[in-house]
């Protein structure tokens, strides 16, 4: 699952993937990100394109590793503003995909469920 996160951060905007993501914040890559303990505010769309999410984040952690031979960064941010309600939108959305992601893997086994 990958989404375009959009962000600004002292009057730079940036656009990155977001790879993961939780009730709590998400991995972000982007080419430039903020610095941690950076803050600023993000805006995303779920894969579900109906849940808009604008809040406030800050970079709590930086990780640097190697993509097709090109090195990147990525950060780890938490939402600092999500309101409940987004949050619990946000939950849904991530037991949907876990769900169908389990039932898929399930079914390239050859294994089915039985309902006790």
């Given at each position: ?69 090109r090195p990147s960064v990525?950060?780890g941010v938490e939402f ?37």
């Amino acid at each position: 699952m990958v989404l375009e996160v959009r962000g600004r951060s002292y009057d730079r905007i940036f656009v990155g993937d977001a790879e993961n993501i939780s009730r709590s914040g998400l991995f972000l890559s982007a080419a430039n990100p903020p610095a941690v303990g950076s803050t600023f505010p993000v805006e995303f769309v779920l894969p579900d394109n109906r849940t808009s999410v604008q809040c406030t984040c800050r970079v709590v952690w930086q990780h640097r590793y190697t993509t097709s031979g090109r090195p990147s960064v990525g950060v780890g941010v938490e939402f600092i503003d999500l309101d409940v309600a987004k949050r619990a939108l946000i939950d849904q959305w991530v037991k949907r995909k876990l769900g169908s992601n389990h039932d898929s893997a399930t079914r390239s086994r050859g294994v089915s469920k039985v309902r006790r």
